[in-house]
């Protein structure tokens, strides 16, 4: 059964710090990992991974995937309250599971002004 | 822009009643579309997958009779809540993506029905 563990399950920090969301997962034929932020109503996109090594940034937002290790980062640098979210990570398989998404429980930012 | 469109967004209904929400592709042709249920701080989890043209397939744990899956156009499925009670009351997301061989491209998600039973 495929898996997805996130860390921590719950951070808050004030403006301006930096943080670092974690991502194991446990999947057969992996495709490639998909970061989310979620608040209060349906998800939006912000990473897909597919090869290791190669960081992913979006302004103040970065990941990176490491397939040797099974796991994923996402950073945010300089925080602000806009980054309140639930951070989502999911797996994507490839084969007869094409386009399924397991999701980890995600990790709940609070960033105090 | 969005990419999957959904509705309702939020409905109230009695129990015992039926409900039904539409998930739509906007720019693309969506042989394959997911539908996934999310509780109160909880993360979403797939129900099933809805296939154009053909049976959906169900996660273990869903009740296919409860949950009516229909999948009958390239841009369309709807999910129906049959006979449904307080406890079917939930964040109900569709999602989809462009078909294999257009790009790896990511899920993307309508934005969601909250769905209240009373």
């Known amino acids: 059964e495929d898996k997805v563990v996130q860390s921590p399950l719950s951070l808050v920090v004030h403006e301006g710090d930096t943080v670092t969301l974690n991502c194991s997962y446990e999947v057969t034929n992996f495709r490639s990992l998909l970061w989310y932020k979620q608040e209060k109503k349906a998800p939006t996109f912000l990473f897909m991974l597919t090869s290791s090594g190669i960081e992913k940034k979006s302004g103040r937002l970065s990941s990176i995937l490491d397939k040797k290790e099974l796991f994923s980062i996402l950073n945010i640098t300089a925080t602000q309250t806009g980054d309140s979210a639930v951070y989502l990570c999911a797996v994507s398989a490839g084969g007869t599971s094409y386009g399924k998404l397991t999701f980890g429980q995600g990790t709940i930012l609070t960033v105090h002004p | 822009g969005a990419v999957v469109s959904q509705h309702p967004s939020r409905v109230i209904c009695k129990s015992g009643t039926s409900v039904k929400i539409e998930c739509r592709s906007l720019d693309f042709q969506a042989t394959t579309m997911f539908w996934y249920r999310q509780f109160p701080k909880q993360s979403l989890m797939l129900m099933a997958t809805?296939?154009?043209?053909?049976?959906?397939?169900?996660e273990q744990g869903v009740e296919k009779d409860k949950f009516l899956i229909n999948h009958a156009s390239l841009t369309l499925s709807t999910l129906t809540v049959t006979s449904a009670h307080p406890e079917d009351s939930s964040f109900y997301i569709c999602?989809?993506?462009?078909?294999?061989?257009?790009?790896?491209?990511?899920?993307?998600f309508g934005n969601g029905t909250r769905l209240t039973v009373t």
């Open positions: 999602s989809a993506r462009y078909p294999p061989g257009q790009g790896n491209s990511p899920l993307h």
């Open positions: 809805s296939n154009e043209g053909s049976k959906a397939t169900y």
